[in-house]
């Protein structure tokens, strides 16, 4: 469905099933109404994606011939899971067509689930190929050491590594996912860890049993969620999960942080310096952010479009980054374009000087 959110774009046309409520009146005058379905087409003007409920509302009015629905209508398409559509474009550029290729290949669908978390604070966490998707979240008081009845405290620590384990058992499919993280500080997840396989062997739990070996246990330096950027930085999450989308796009991020600390003149972002580098034949990875292609603005778009055809044109790497994922998120807050170069090109940041100093 996030796939599909970056194809359908305002002006596209959009056929599929559909249910829609139909007034009809009897001879004698008086009017019924009912839902019939119908196959309908529409234009597409607006289109909201609902995370949660995985459900994907396409706005637009009716563009072909419908018993039960009039030409220029307005009517809203829902499209869920599984559920057949037909997209129309007037052009299918080089990242509309690469996006229809990744959601066709069962391969690129590697998922992971983490949970971090701290005393009394746990975030359950679904990360796919192209999102991270909260599931749950855990939040209950633990007295601190000391400042309170110990039973009472123990009592609040079970209660909370229960909740934690039940919603691990509800959220995460274990025949899909290959590997959950545990993240905390301290020794938070490896206390839950034991606490989990004790209450499995006591509880008979067979699915906590045989998948134990899928969970990998790692520091954090907080139970929040943005605590999970520098957990799949960490160099055993990377190698447990060397297949995945997600772990290619946070290794291509770091690399990039790290060029901006050692050797400046070789990483830029912000698409004027990216474009001069693509123009000087000297982008080796590009950094992009998906939240770039919807842009309502037609030639925008085919601005950043341009830039990815040119730098694989020149052997150049391009990853486009989920802007529902954590390293997008980060990628966001640097405009959403960046760039790792062949060779310095300290050049551009000259150019940018001249311009200011002329300015002034």
């Not at 067509?97 to 604070?121: I, S, Y």
């Not at 500080?185 to 699915?207: H, I």
């Not at 772990?247 to 400046?264: H, I, K, W």
Request: aromatic residues 8%.
């Amino acid at each position: 469905m996030w796939h599909t959110y970056n194809l359908v774009c305002e002006g596209d046309r959009l056929r599929a099933a559909t249910i829609r409520k139909v007034q009809q009146e009897s001879a004698t005058g008086s009017s019924t109404s009912s839902r019939v379905r119908t196959t309908i087409t529409i234009q597409v003007e607006a289109v909201d994606f609902d995370t949660s409920a995985c459900v994907l509302r396409v706005k637009g009015r009716n563009v072909a011939e419908n018993q039960y629905i009039k030409m220029g209508a307005y009517h809203t398409v829902d499209l869920e899971p599984n559920r057949k559509y037909t997209l129309y474009k007037e052009h299918w550029d080089s990242v509309f067509l690469d996006r229809v290729e990744t959601a066709c290949d069962p391969a690129k669908h590697a998922d992971l689930a983490a949970v971090v978390m701290q005393e009394g604070l746990a975030f359950v966490c679904l990360i796919t190929s192209a999102m991270t998707i909260d599931r749950a979240k855990i939040d209950i008081n633990i007295p601190k050491k000391g400042k309170a009845d110990d039973t009472q405290r123990k009592k609040n620590i079970i209660r909370f590594y229960d909740t934690v384990m039940a919603s691990i058992i509800r959220h995460i499919n274990f025949d899909i996912v290959k590997a959950v993280i545990l993240a905390s500080p301290g020794f938070v997840k490896d206390q839950f860890f034991d606490y989990m396989l004790k209450t499995a062997v006591q509880t008979d739990n067979k699915l906590i049993m045989e998948n134990k070996s899928k969970f990998l246990r790692v520091h954090s330096s907080s139970g929040f969620k943005h605590s999970l950027r520098e957990v799949l930085d960490d160099s055993s999450v990377t190698a447990r999960l060397a297949d995945t989308k997600a772990a290619g796009e946070t290794r291509a991020l770091q690399n990039f942080m790290m060029m901006m600390s050692n050797d400046p003149d070789r990483a830029y972002y912000g698409i004027k310096h990216v474009e001069r580098a693509s123009e000087g034949m000297a982008i080796e990875t590009l950094l992009v952010s998906d939240s770039l292609f919807r842009s309502k603005n037609v030639d925008e778009r085919k601005r950043y479009v341009r830039l990815v055809d040119g730098v694989r044109d020149n052997g150049g790497d391009v990853k486009i980054f989920s802007s529902l994922h954590v390293s997008g998120e980060q990628l966001d807050q640097m405009t959403g374009v960046a760039a790792l170069l062949r060779f310095p090109m300290p050049e551009i940041e000259e150019e940018d000087g001249d311009l200011d100093s002329d300015e002034e």
